[in-house]
Nanobody
Framework: QVQLVESGGGLVQPGGSLRLSCTASGRLFSMYIMGWYRQAPGKERELVATVTINGLTNYGDSVKGRFAISRDNTKDTWYLQMNSLKPEDTAVYYC??????????WGQGSQVTVSS
């Protein structure tokens, strides 16, 4: 089993910044991809950003150029730096891991609200 603990959500004004973090614990030997998805009310869950253990990144089209994912392998922690936030970024953000064998784990979710 793998446990994911998120932190860093909250309320921010449009144009502001937030940083999310996610720390993994448990059976991590097969973990290959780490990242974030988000889900807004009435919408499907969508990709925000992912990073592989080799450092390859992938971003959803709506966040490219504004968000950045990074990781600290020594701490089994990864981060999502969110800049130039827009009201449409409002959602619950879920950290995520993909493991060999097509096993996925999800964090508990962090609410991010962008509003003036």
């Amino acid at each position: 089993q793998v446990q994911l603990v998120e932190s860093g959500g909250g309320l921010v004004q449009p144009g502001g910044s937030l940083r999310l973090s996610c720390t993994a614990s448990g059976r991590l030997f097969s973990m290959y991809i780490m990242g974030w998805y988000r889900q807004a009310p009435g919408k499907e869950r969508e990709l925000v950003a992912t990073v592989t253990i080799n450092g390859l990144t992938n971003y959803g089209d709506s966040v490219k150029g504004r968000f950045a994912i990074s990781r600290d392998n020594t701490k089994d922690t990864w981060y999502l730096q969110m800049n130039s936030l827009k009201p449409e970024d409002t959602a619950v953000y879920y950290c995520y891991t993909w493991h060999y064998g097509d096993v996925k784990y999800w964090g508990q979710g962090s609410q991010v609200t962008v509003s003036s």
